[in-house]
């Protein structure tokens, strides 16, 4: 956004610090405008004033223009599946963090038969990857046109349409196109692509069904002049593809390319090219190969526009190993670098345990907590979990800098009251904790097993150990 | 010199991962030491290994294998220390901003022609640059290299050739062992030939996968494995000399009271050579290790754990306490793997570089990244996944050499400099991207065939 200082802000607030918006001051209301945690419409009184006062309504109108995200927001879709792109405001995540994470839509092609594009869309619909208390999924689907048949691309496009997620269209022809459009322009998919042949034909469609719309070029030149020709023609939903080279200079082409143009955009206020990014990592299946080296030179592609600016991309690959790092990597490059990765302490009950089963205890650092929970849950261990509040650190490091000590250990046993849960007095430690075992014993007069190094070899660790031999 | 790699000839690297062939593949143990049936073994080798049993089982259940020597025994330290930055905001909750309606359009008028814009790319310069490091002496310049490597340099961002020149490719080193360490069977399997051999496999690691140079991790120095003096440790440094021709990283054991003595032997032996010492840190006799380095005119490698101030300040110890010339010291801030802290290592690397080029003389120099550590995520080794409603994982042989790619692709994205990397098909696919990104491969290929193609 433009401005950087909250006091730029304060001034167009009531200023009354009414304390409505959830902050107690209008400044703190100010500074997390800042942080992008709020957005204007937040400000109650603000709203209200702005109905009723037109110089209000100006004075609100300018606060959401100089705070809007540099880069333009997109959504893909409608309802709960609708996927948002762009709206990034930084180069670099460490300036403030990235938004939107890049939204990763898999093909299917309507010269498949029926069967086969089922397959590939429950395939898409279905993944799921445990990350750190949550499941990585996967955000659309792009149809493709390789019929070059409006009637059978429009049938497919509405099969797909079926499976509820945002879908992105593919196909160079206006009138396939248009067809697909009427059957499903209600869902508000993205169009692909707007080119310097098809242009007129794209914008027009564009207005008529008001959807976002894709435009393509690799001359930079004439990419900003169709930006700039859709938006002055109505069109706000803009999508610019640069055309992913897969390989040699033709990629280097495309990662200067894509950089030129956020950077430009950021940098240079550019607001000509201030949208959202498309990148197509799918162009490395048109390549001579094997299939498992096209699989791993998308993946590549994928992985260097994910760091780099790609906002949506459009993929093949439906093997587990190819879309796993695809996704991590993603969750990773885009996770807030501002927000504290710690879990609740206390205790947690897994899988309704009874007073006859273990006790264990991990950290609140949270991504040792939803491994250990995780592995736990699904291993279909029931058990009691004490979580200890080591300031979000792994269980080594605390161990080592004195966040997990006997003595903290003592006090989660006593206000948790697992003595009173459990009828007995075992309690399994992370291998990484060995240390400590003989302290907690003093400390609590509990016996204490050494666990796995990692929880998940619980399962087999228990098979052995538990319940403990020597009573 | 970055060898040159053509497409095709990773491609067929890789060709051998394909599905279908593995199906024959018998799929082990999470970790395996493999005493061949029938195959002569040393009844000492056998006692050594049961001698070793708890610490292996220590090492096998928290992961898989001894990635990276000089990093083993630290590594979940260092990843949890990274993960446990504190942050001083705490973020409330993120509004979901609302939908925009979209513009009423009247009537549909559309334009007769495109309306002529100009792109004009906003330009960057830093006023700063990257310090360049040689690694590796030739006969004239005292040493016995045939091969010496340059990196550094930079100008401007990782291969933002379009902003400054790109003066060094980053370059690739392969891991090799004084002792079996216990590997990924999909690494594994590459070295087998060579596990009880370090020249054989350093030669192997040059002349078959095409490493820049060699990483000689002197891990069994390691008190708690065969506690090897270093004197004797020293041999294998000059032996590993002997077998390549290219720079040597030397590592030690990862073992703070031993690393400086072992470090300071290897580099008495390597005298002349321009090794790199692996590693100097804030928690030993950096101090020993650093003079060692000058002494013998070797560069030093100065370790911290994803911390940029820390960096400064070992580096500044090294400059200015131990007087380490500014083209001698190369950085590694730590690699956490992809899923496992790798946000965190990457920022901290980018951070450090911008501050390099905006200017901050503790930080501007070439990065180090011990890429090998991506092997340590569960996905890239483990049978599949223990979660029951994860999707199926897919076969881990194809996971793991992903893994390390992707993992060292985000970082030379950040800057690095020196890759140290173990899976011959990951080192060929890192070495095929960077090399397309410095534009140093001329080939092109349709961009407009996925639109329409089956399949
Ligand atoms: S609701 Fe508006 S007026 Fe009230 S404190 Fe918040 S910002 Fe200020």
Known sequence: MKVKSPLEIYRYLPQTNCGECGYDTCMSFAAQIIERTVKPTDCPPLVKEAEKNPKVKKKLEELIEITSPEVKEVIIGKGDNAVKIGGEDVLHRHELTFFNPTALFYDVWDTLDDKEIDERCSKVVEYRKFYVGEFLTLDGIAVRCTSNDPKRFREVVKRVAGYGKPMILVSLNPECMRAALEEVAEERPLIYAATEDNWKEFLELALEFKVPVVVRSKDLNKLKSLAVTFKEAGVEDIVLDPVTEPIGEGLRGTFERVIQLRRTAILGEDKDVAYPIMVTPIAAWALEADDVSKAYWETVIASLFIVKYGDVMILHCLEPYAIMPIVTLRYNIYTDPRTPVQVEPGLREINNPSPDDPVFITTNFALTYYTVESDLTSGNIKGWLLVLDTEGLGVEVSVAGGQFTAAKVKDLIKETKIEEKVNHRYLIIPGLAARLQGAIEDETGWKVLVGPMDSGRIKGWLEQNWPPKEK | ?455
């Open chain 2, 1 to 455: 010199m970055a060898e040159k790699f053509t497409l095709e000839e990773f491609f067929n690297l890789l060709k051998k991962y394909n599905v279908e062939e593995l199906e024959g593949v018998r799929i082990e143990g999470d970790l395996e030491i493999e005493i061949e049936p029938g195959a002569a073994v040393d009844p000492n080798t056998i006692n050594a290994l049961l001698a070793l049993t708890q610490y292996v089982n220590l090492i096998q259940e928290f992961g898989n294998f001894l990635y990276h020597a000089n990093m083993a025994l630290t590594y979940l330290q260092r990843l949890s220390q990274a993960f446990g930055i504190q942050l001083p905001v705490a973020a409330p909750q993120v509004q979901v901003p609302e939908v925009k309606p979209t513009v009423e359009v009247p009537k549909i008028k559309l334009p007769e022609k495109l309306k002529e814009a100009k792109f004009e790319p906003y330009k960057v310069e830093y006023p700063g640059k990257i310090e360049e490091v040689t690694l590796g002496a030739t006969r004239s310049e005292g040493g016995t290299r045939e091969i010496t490597i340059t990196v550094g340099g930079e100008r401007s961002l990782a291969f933002y050739t379009f902003d400054a020149e790109m003066p060094h490719m980053p370059v690739i080193a392969i891991d090799v062992f004084d002792r079996r360490p216990m590997l990924a069977k999909a690494v594994r399997e590459h070295y087998e030939d060579v596990l009880d051999d370090p020249a054989e496999w350093a030669r192997k690691a040059v002349r078959e996968f095409g490493a820049d140079l060699v990483t000689l991790h002197l891990i069994s120095t390691d008190p708690l494995l065969e506690d090897r003096p270093a004197s004797e440790a020293a041999k294998t440094v000059e032996e590993v000399l002997q077998a390549v021709k290219v720079p040597l990283i030397i590592g030690g054991s990862g073992n703070k009271e031993k690393d400086p003595e072992v470090l300071e032997k290897a580099a008495e032996v390597a005298e002349g050579e321009r090794v790199m010492l692996a590693s100097a840190t804030l928690d030993m006799d950096w101090e020993r290790i650093g003079n060692a380095a000058k002494k013998y005119g070797h560069v030093v490698l100065s370790w911290t754990q994803m911390d940029i101030n820390n960096q400064k300040t070992l580096n500044r110890y090294l400059l200015k306490r131990v007087g380490i010339p500014r083209d001698s010291l190369i950085m590694d801030p730590t690699t956490a793997a992809l899923g496992y802290g790798l946000d965190y290592a990457f920022t901290n690397m980018e951070r450090i570089r911008i501050s390099g080029l905006r200017g901050d003389q503790d930080l501007n120099f070439p990065i180090s990244s011990g890429t090998t550590n991506a092997w340590g995520a569960r996905e890239a080794w483990m049978k599949d996944s223990p979660i029951e409603e994860d999707t199926p994982w897919g076969p881990r042989e194809l996971r793991g050499p992903i893994w390390e790619i992707v993992t060292g692709l985000t970082l030379a994205l950040a800057g690095v400099d020196i890759f140290m990397m173990m899976h011959p098909g990951a080192v060929a696919v890192l070495k095929e991207i960077m090399n397309t990104l410095a534009g140093k491969i001329a080939e092109k290929a349709d961009e407009n065939a996925w639109i329409s193609m089956e399949g």
